[in-house]
Nanobody
């Protein structure tokens, strides 16, 4: 059974940090493109960061460059999103996803999705 399960979301003050985790089962992350996406209330889902299959291309949305870092631990079959300097506008449900290939870091390139984890940035 192919499954992605996110964790690590929560409430954090502006300027704070969180690390989101995504556990994969049923497939090997090292073979796949991986991505993090988010959706805020009333807004469309948007890409946050992606790693192409093979790991040679890492993409960040402009609004997270320098603040967020995507990574994987292939031994654990896990992916992560380290988030620093969080802002209220980062409040959203964050989703991890996998696909057979990604060039544009677009949701259409990804086939399997986690259930999401809520991140709320508020004082």
């Amino acid at each position: 059974q192919l499954q992605l399960v996110e964790s690590g979301g929560g409430l954090v003050q502006p300027g704070g940090s969180l690390r989101l985790s995504c556990a994969a089962s049923g497939f090997i992350l090292d073979d796949l493109a991986i991505g993090w996406f988010r959706q805020a209330p009333g807004k469309e889902r948007e890409a946050v960061s992606c790693i192409s299959n093979g790991g040679d291309r890492i993409t960040y949305a402009d609004f997270v460059k320098g603040r967020f870092t995507i990574s994987t631990d292939n031994a654990k079959n896990m992916m992560y999103l380290q988030m620093h300097s969080l802002k209220p506008e980062d409040t959203a449900i964050y989703y991890c996803a996998t696909g057979w290939g990604s060039y544009y870091c677009s949701a259409e390139e990804f086939d399997h999705w986690g259930q999401g984890t809520q991140v709320t940035v508020s004082s």
